[in-house]
Nanobody, 115 residues
Framework: QVQLVESGGGLVQAGGSLRLSCAASGSVFPIITMGWYRQAPGKQRELVAVISAGGITNYADSVKDRFTISRDNAKNTVYLQMNSLKPEDTGVYYC?????????WGQGTQVTVSS
């Protein structure tokens, strides 16, 4: 089994920053990719950013140049640094870890950006 523990969400004003963390524990070898998705009210869950074991990253166009994903392989932890936050970034952010053949999801952390 794999457990994911997220932290770092909260309320911030537009233009502010937040840093999300997600630590994986349990049967975590080998982790293929780690990433973040988000779901706004009334919308489908969407990819925010993902990072491979080798450090290759992919971002949604809406967050490029504002968000940075990183990972600490020794700690099985993925981070999402979010800068220049906008009200449209509001939503529940979910950590995702892919360990063949299963995608695991965190419980979600709320990010609210006020205008």
């Amino acid at each position: 089994q794999v457990q994911l523990v997220e932290s770092g969400g909260g309320l911030v004003q537009a233009g502010g920053s937040l840093r999300l963390s997600c630590a994986a524990s349990g049967s975590v070898f080998p982790i293929i990719t780690m990433g973040w998705y988000r779901q706004a009210p009334g919308k489908q869950r969407e990819l925010v950013a993902v990072i491979s074991a080798g450090g290759i990253t992919n971002y949604a166009d809406s967050v490029k140049d504002r968000f940075t994903i990183s990972r600490d392989n020794a700690k099985n932890t993925v981070y999402l640094q979010m800068n220049s936050l906008k009200p449209e970034d509001t939503g529940v952010y979910y950590c995702n870890v892919f360990i063949v053949p299963t995608h695991y999801w965190g419980q979600g952390t709320q990010v609210t950006v006020s205008s």
